[in-house]
């Protein structure tokens, strides 16, 4: 009997313990929650290939981002969607593309990689609510804010997008090799990368990662450490779709004072290494300026090397 009533007091301590464990977790949750900034107010519109969706519930602005039902923009973007409940993650797949999400988490596998969601996705009207610029972004679509009619525009590669004009170019011309090679150090950069994403990306010699950021005239700065003579850079861009990238390189010996070397535009596919070349110089500093694509103001750069051909 004794030992019965022990084996019920342990059950009933082990279910008081669960209890306060999932109520503290809830707590949590709801607490960071509580700390967003949440607008709802119903004006948000949303256009797919020119194509209006509605949601349910309406899209929201949290923290100044605008937040939609999971299931409903996977669906509308094309991509299929499962749950996980052992894992309560949410696995969306768009050709090559797999995402795993979990409420709550401050990031999300995009493939193989870790990616910062902001702000992560979140419990609204017991949906399942998640930033629509980064899913959208990540799975290769154009997205741009029109403020005049509250809407997000969203494009896929089989809907012409805006585009700019091109600055003028010097086309990439020669081996895309450079003879000397100078080693470089973590770039400074004007901003942080998008989604997480580290400047070291770009020097670290694997095609897998890269730094990109969302910001017209950002800079990205390599110091070599002493003056070298250098004709030719070579970049690999990247992104989810392909476009021409436009950017400027600038020289400068002191860090302060630069003077443009020229104004470049991508000539391929995107993961292609291209060789931009100019008139030979001694610099210590090198200065790119990214001057937007034609899809929209990102830059997004795999690898980068500064040399001589």
């Known amino acids: 009997m004794k030992r019965s009533q022990t084996y019920r007091s342990l059950c009933g301590l082990i279910a008081i313990i669960l209890v306060i464990?999932?109520?503290?977790?809830?707590?949590?949750?709801?607490?960071?929650?509580?700390?967003?900034k949440i607008e709802a107010n119903g004006n948000i519109k949303v256009s797919i290939d020119n194509i209006e969706h509605t949601f349910d519930p309406p899209p929201i602005l949290v923290n100044d981002r605008t937040m939609v039902p999971m299931r409903a923009?996977?669906?509308?973007?094309g991509a299929t969607v499962e749950w996980d409940e052992a894992t309560s993650t949410a696995i969306a797949v768009r050709g090559t593309v797999t995402m795993k999400i979990k409420i709550g988490a401050p990031a999300v596998y995009v493939g193989a990689h870790l990616r910062v969601i902001d702000p992560p996705a979140m419990i609204y009207k017991d949906?399942?609510?998640v930033p629509l610029r980064f899913i959208s972004e990540w799975f290769g679509f154009y997205v741009d804010w029109l403020p005049d009619t509250n809407t997000v525009v969203i494009l896929s590669d089989a809907v012409p997008h805006p585009s700019k004009t091109p600055v003028p170019t010097k086309a990439p011309t020669g081996p895309q090799e450079l003879t000397t090679k100078y080693p470089l150090t973590t770039p400074t950069v004007s901003g942080p990368g998008k989604n997480g994403v580290?400047?070291?990306?770009?020097?670290?010699?694997?095609?897998?990662?890269?730094?990109?950021?969302?910001k017209l005239d950002c800079t990205i700065?390599?110091?070599?450490?002493?003056?070298?003579p250098i004709n030719a850079v070579t970049i690999i861009f990247g992104g989810s779709a392909v476009r021409t990238q436009w950017f400027e390189l600038y020289g400068s010996n002191d860090g302060t004072k630069y003077e443009k070397i020229g104004s470049f535009e991508?000539?391929?596919?995107?993961?292609?290494?291209?060789?931009?070349?100019?008139?030979?110089?001694?610099?210590?500093?090198?200065?790119?300026?990214?001057?937007?694509?034609?899809?929209n103001t990102y830059i997004n750069i795999v690898e980068m090397e500064i040399g001589t051909i």
């Open 266 to 295: 991508s000539q391929h596919a995107l993961n292609i290494k291209e060789l931009y070349s100019f008139d030979n110089k001694e610099y210590q500093y090198i200065k790119v300026l990214n001057k937007g694509n034609t899809r």
């Open 221 to 228: 700065i390599f110091d070599l450490g002493e003056k070298k």
């Open 127 to 129: 949906r399942t609510m």
């Open 73 to 77: 923009v996977f669906e509308a973007l």
């Open 198 to 214: 580290l400047p070291e990306h770009m020097i670290d010699g694997d095609v897998a990662t890269s730094w990109a950021l969302e």
């Open 21 to 36: 464990g999932l109520v503290s977790s809830f707590g949590t949750i709801a607490s960071a929650q509580a700390e967003m």
